[in-house]
Nanobody, 121 residues
Framework: QVQLVESGGGLVQPGGSLRLSCAAS????????MGWYRQAPGKQRDLVAH???????VYADSVKGRFTISRDNAKKTVYLQMSSLKPEDTAVYYC???????????????WGQGTQVTVSS
């Protein structure tokens, strides 16, 4: 059973910072791309950033220069450092990872349960 468990959300004032973490656990033989998505009320879930095992990154235009994604492959953990937060960053943030869960190479897409980030004064 593979799980992604997120932590680090909360309430922060505009201009503030937060760091999200997402740890993968269970029967894991490899992890491909890991990423963060977010969904605001009434809107679709959108990519925030993702990172390959080798460290190549992709960011949504709206967060470039403010957010940094990183990963620790040994800990099976991905992070999202968010700075200069704006009210429009308010959303539920979801961790995502493409994980190999069997010795014969079977793989699936997994999601965390989501963590709320609220940017408000």
């Amino acid at each position: 059973q593979v799980q992604l468990v997120e932590s680090g959300g909360g309430l922060v004032q505009p201009g503030g910072s937060l760091r999200l973490s997402c740890a993968a656990s269970g029967n894991i033989f490899g992890i491909h791309v890991m990423g963060w998505y977010r969904q605001a009320p009434g809107k679709q879930r959108d990519l925030v950033a993702h990172i390959t095992p080798g460290g190549s990154t992709v960011y949504a235009d709206s967060v470039k220069g403010r957010f940094t994604i990183s990963r620790d492959n040994a800990k099976k953990t991905v992070y999202l450092q968010m700075s200069s937060l704006k009210p429009e960053d308010t959303a539920v943030y979801y961790c995502n990872a493409f994980i190999v869960w069997s010795l014969d190479g079977r793989e699936s897409d997994y999601w965390g349960q989501g963590t709320q980030v609220t940017v408000s004064s």
